[in-house]
């Protein structure tokens, strides 16, 4: 048993083996769940599901980079600053930008195998975010790229573009609330 334990503790120490054995449960209760039921119609449910975890991970992100991150960053000593610009940011911006385009997707897939509720409620969450994702792709990215040092610029346009991210990942801020109101209610009151 103890060998048992240890392997999984090396297993979840490594991020990789985490997500891996959390798609394994996943997948065991899928099996012990529903295994009656895995025909073309789970199509659409298990896309959902996918949906919702790259959704939990994209607008986690939003609300770290949001509530924690951009907050914090003016009480950073100068010192410390270069090592969330280099190690933190660009792979939280990556989970982020990836997180985002995987839940547009699943989304699609979901509304294309005819599973998704179709009202108006849906269809304004969609919108919300299909322009929050487009926000992370072609604003939000771009002038990260430019804040954090990956492409040439100087300070002047490296500050100008830190400030266009900002405030474009406010506005998804923003915009993230009405959406998962949407989301979430779709499907309850229309």
């Known amino acids: 048993m103890e060998d048992v334990l240890k392997k999984l503790v090396e297993t979840i120490e490594k991020l990789y083996g985490a997500l891996a054995l959390g798609a394994a449960a996943a997948v065991l209760l899928l099996l012990l769940l529903h295994h009656g ?39 950073i000593p100068a010192e410390l600053k270069p090592a969330i610009g280099k190690y933190i940011a660009p792979e939280a911006l990556f989970w982020f930008r990836w997180s985002a385009a995987s839940t547009v997707v699943t989304g699609i897939i979901v509304f294309l195998s005819g599973s998704a509720v179709m009202n108006w409620t849906i269809f304004l969450g969609a919108i919300l975010g299909l322009i929050m994702a487009y926000n992370v792709w072609f604003i939000i990215w771009p002038n990260q790229q430019i804040a954090l040092g990956m492409v040439s610029a100087d300070d002047a346009a490296k500050a100008k573009a830190a400030r266009t991210a900002m405030l474009t990942s406010r506005t998804n801020f923003v915009l993230s609330i009405p959406m998962l109101y949407c989301m979430v209610t779709a499907r309850l009151v229309g």
């Open 37 to 75: 039921d895995l025909t073309g119609g789970y199509i659409g449910p298990f896309f959902t599901y996918l949906h919702v975890i790259s959704g939990v991970l994209w607008i986690g992100l939003l609300y770290y980079f949001n509530i924690v991150q951009i907050p914090t960053m003016p009480k």
